[in-house]
């Protein structure tokens, strides 16, 4: 038996005027996008925006239902939606921002599991890196690629 190790990397910004022009807009896009959520059960809003390759901003937010299992995260929201309108442009970065009663949380609000692997599928569908910008009131994370948000990600190869 041998132990192995794999190393995350992730970059910590403290406000947004710290990221790039286009990851700023991406960023806003995203908070102005948690005031389209509708989270009338778990009161958890948040909101999600897609840049494409060609530039075009994407925005999502989560969709609730009665029926619980039939709503959406604001993440999948916003790449079924980029999917659907644009097909065949790659993703090539994500930002998210989340939190109760459509505040920010202090440290950012990571995605679920699902949509993750969501981010892997367009991620390998675009052939070039997503980045993935988590935002939170203190402190702004982010990713320069889905596996590192996603190690040991499941493709279609295996
Ligand atoms: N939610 C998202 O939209 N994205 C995440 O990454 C985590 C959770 C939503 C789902 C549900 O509407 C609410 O937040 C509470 O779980």
Not at 30 to 56: C, E, H, K, W
Not at 79 to 93: E, I, R, T, Y
Not at 144 to 156: H, K
Request: proline share 7%; charged share 20%; glycine share 6%.
């Amino acid at each position: 038996m041998i132990n192995k190790k794999i190393e995350i990397n992730y970059e910590v910004y403290t406000s947004i005027e710290e990221l790039s022009p286009a990851d700023q807009e991406l960023a806003r896009a995203a908070i102005a996008a948690q005031r389209t959520s509708y989270a009338p059960y778990s009161r958890f809003n948040v909101g999600a925006a897609v840049r494409l390759a060609d530039g075009t901003i994407v925005p999502g937010s989560n969709q609730e239902n009665a029926a619980s299992p039939s709503g959406l995260c604001a993440e999948r929201t916003a790449m079924f939606a980029a999917g659907a309108q644009h097909p065949g442009v790659p993703m090539v970065s994500l930002a998210v921002v989340g939190g109760p009663n459509q505040q920010m949380c202090h440290y950012p609000a990571t995605p679920c599991g699902a949509c993750r692997q969501v981010m892997a599928e367009y991620q390998k569908l675009g052939k070039q890196p997503m980045s993935v910008i988590l935002l939170g009131e203190r402190e702004i994370w982010k990713y320069a690629r889905v596996d590192d948000i996603l190690p040991f990600t499941f493709t279609s190869l295996d």
